[in-house]
């Protein structure tokens, strides 16, 4: 199997983990509860109070015309994966409603649903964010919007939404209509957090005395590049030498435990970053 391959596989395994997370939240936690945040499943939610079909159904029949808006206008530019992703989470809605009905909210505890009803989908969207896929939806008129206009598509989206959620409380009641918006105010910021959490890494500033040792562990024990340069210290005004490496968080815990026994003196600084772009880490 060559490297292409598992590559796609490993795209495709994702997009299913991320719309299996993003179908869970969306049926058991925002249907039940009447909150709508923006996007397909929002426009579900309202559509559900005046049709006789079933929330799934609208989000399938949504997504579909969405997709067919999306060749007409897009073309070939409109990538296999935003189909595959946008059909699969309507097959998991649809599919949830047949295994496990509901007629009414899991619990009676709405901050607690509200919870899982953003957090389920912030973590679903953030995977696909991070492979660089789009969940289909709403996102395909954000695509078409930016490719026949010089509209602002991070506040179009954002609008839409916002007025999607505010029809929550002419729709429903108050309650609903404050619970939604609450969560359309969350659901970015998660995303946001959940994003920068999966690629969280650690970068080093390591100060020692003998570079050697410490550049030949991380580069054949944990097969990541390392640069290093001569200093003097300001206050011993020794020669000494500053190594630069970004690591995973798992092989920094390794590098620590390594420099401690090599080289105990070492000064090492650690500082978090999850915006690393080059080879080994995002392209």
Same mark, same amino acid.
């Given at each position: 199997?060559?490297?292409?391959?598992?590559?796609?596989?490993?795209?495709?395994?994702?997009?299913?983990?991320?719309?299996?997370?993003?179908?869970?939240?969306?049926?058991?936690?925002?249907?039940?509860?009447n909150?709508?945040?923006?996007?397909?499943?929002?426009?579900?939610?309202?559509?559900?109070?005046?049709?006789?079909?079933?929330?799934?159904?609208?989000?399938?029949?949504?997504n579909?015309?969405?997709? /067919?808006?999306?060749?007409?206008?897009?073309?070939?530019?409109?990538?296999?994966?935003?189909?595959?992703?946008?059909?699969?989470?309507?097959?998991?809605?649809?599919?949830?409603?047949?295994?496990?009905?509901?007629?009414?909210?899991?619990?009676?505890?709405?901050?607690?649903?509200?919870?899982?009803?953003?957090?389920?989908?912030?973590?679903?969207?953030?995977?696909?964010?991070?492979?660089?896929?789009?969940?289909?939806?709403?996102?395909i008129?954000?695509?078409?919007?930016?490719?026949?206009?010089?509209?602002?598509?991070?506040?179009?989206?954002?609008?839409?939404?916002?007025?999607?959620?505010?029809?929550?409380?002419?729709?429903?009641?108050?309650?609903?209509?404050?619970?939604?918006?609450?969560?359309?105010?969350?659901?970015?910021?998660?995303?946001?957090?959940?994003?920068?959490?999966?690629?969280?890494?650690?970068?080093?500033?390591?100060?020692?005395?003998?570079?050697?040792?410490?550049?030949?562990?991380?580069?054949?024990? /944990?097969?990541?590049?390392?640069?290093y340069?001569?200093?003097?210290?300001?206050?011993?005004?020794?020669?000494?030498?500053?190594?630069?490496?970004?690591?995973?968080?798992?092989?920094?815990?390794?590098?620590?435990?390594?420099?401690?026994q090599?080289?105990?003196?070492?000064?090492?600084?650690?500082?978090?970053?999850s915006?690393?772009?080059?080879?080994?880490?995002?392209?």
């Amino acid at each position: 199997m060559n490297e292409k391959v598992k590559q796609n596989i490993k795209i495709y395994g994702l997009i299913t983990l991320s719309q299996l997370l993003i179908a869970s939240g969306v049926y058991f936690f925002k249907f039940q509860n009447n909150f709508s945040f923006g996007g397909v499943s929002g426009i579900a939610v309202l559509m559900n109070k005046f049709y006789m079909l079933s929330a799934g159904d609208i989000v399938l029949i949504l997504n579909i015309a969405l997709l /067919l808006v999306g060749f007409i206008f897009l073309g070939k530019s409109f990538g296999i994966k935003t189909v595959y992703s946008s059909l699969l989470m309507s097959f998991f809605i649809s599919l949830l409603e047949r295994i496990a009905p509901l007629t009414e909210p899991l619990t009676n505890e709405p901050m607690l649903e509200l919870a899982f009803a953003i957090g389920l989908p912030a973590v679903g969207a953030a995977i696909l964010f991070n492979i660089g896929a789009s969940s289909g939806g709403t996102d395909i008129i954000a695509l078409i919007l930016q490719k026949y206009s010089s509209i602002d598509i991070g506040r179009a989206l954002f609008l839409t939404d916002l007025l999607i959620t505010l029809s929550v409380f002419l729709v429903f009641d108050i309650k609903a209509g404050l619970f939604s918006f609450l969560g359309l105010m969350i659901k970015s910021l998660a995303i946001d957090g959940v994003i920068e959490s999966i690629n969280m890494c650690k970068f080093f500033n390591i100060v020692c005395v003998d570079p050697e040792p410490i550049c030949n562990y991380i580069v054949n024990n /944990l097969h990541r590049g390392a640069t290093y340069c001569e200093a003097v210290g300001a206050f011993s005004h020794t020669n000494k030498y500053i190594i630069l490496t970004a690591l995973k968080r798992s092989q920094a815990v390794r590098l620590r435990q390594y420099i401690k026994q090599v080289e105990p003196s070492a000064f090492i600084m650690i500082s978090n970053t999850s915006e690393i772009i080059g080879k080994g880490f995002r392209k």
